[in-house]
């Protein structure tokens, strides 16, 4: 068993760090062929409707676990994950109704929702998401990588400066408790 464990260990981590960098190498590829302010603005556009692209290029995860041999990663959607990016937008935008998730633990939908909120908070006009956990704590503190709102920070952070809403200051707008606007 401790041998299939270890071979187990082996194959994970040689899997997550091979995505992790081939990703990486693909978005260094593409962010060094924009060079034009008009490269720049068909990309904002792009980011603006092609959520994909937008996961695939400018979404970071964060995953502080022991286990994990990076910390930050880029965050690209699986096949399923692409499924949830598409059904979340339609049960919002378009039959505006609630939805069940059921999920395994490290299926990364957390994540992913976060990221969803953020990119409509950038992308559609007047959007607002609550975020809402067990407790307190885990919806904000300071700090803390696993409550809802640090995640939120953690990406925003991350962001490119021309991608940000206008005004928006990265340290004064992210400092408010429980509140990103």
Avoid at 46 to 62: E, I, L, N
Avoid at 66 to 94: C, G, I, K, M, Y
Avoid at 117 to 124: M, N, P, S, T, V
Avoid at 135 to 153: C, P, S
């Amino acid at each position: 068993e401790e041998i299939e464990a270890r071979e187990y260990q082996i194959w994970y981590v040689e899997k997550y760090l091979t995505r992790a960098a081939d990703i990486a190498e693909e978005r260094l590829n593409y962010f060094n062929a924009l060079t034009t302010p008009e490269d720049f603005a068909a990309e904002a556009e792009k980011c603006r409707t092609d959520k994909s692209h937008w996961f695939r290029y400018y979404a970071w995860g964060y995953d502080p676990r022991a286990r994990t041999p990076l910390s930050v990663v880029p965050f690209a959607l699986h096949p399923r994950q692409e499924e949830l990016v598409t059904e979340l937008d339609d049960v919002v935008f378009n039959r505006k109704t609630s939805l069940l998730i059921e999920k395994a633990r490290d299926e990364g939908a957390t994540e992913l929702i976060v990221r969803w909120g953020i990119h409509c908070w950038l992308y559609a006009a007047g959007f607002s998401m609550l975020l809402s956990s067990r407790t307190e704590d885990e919806v904000d503190t300071k700090k803390k990588q696993g409550t809802l709102f640090e995640r939120a920070r953690f990406q925003l952070r991350r962001l490119p400066e021309w991608m940000r809403p206008d005004e928006f200051n990265i340290e004064k707008d992210l400092l408010p408790d429980k509140l990103i606007a």
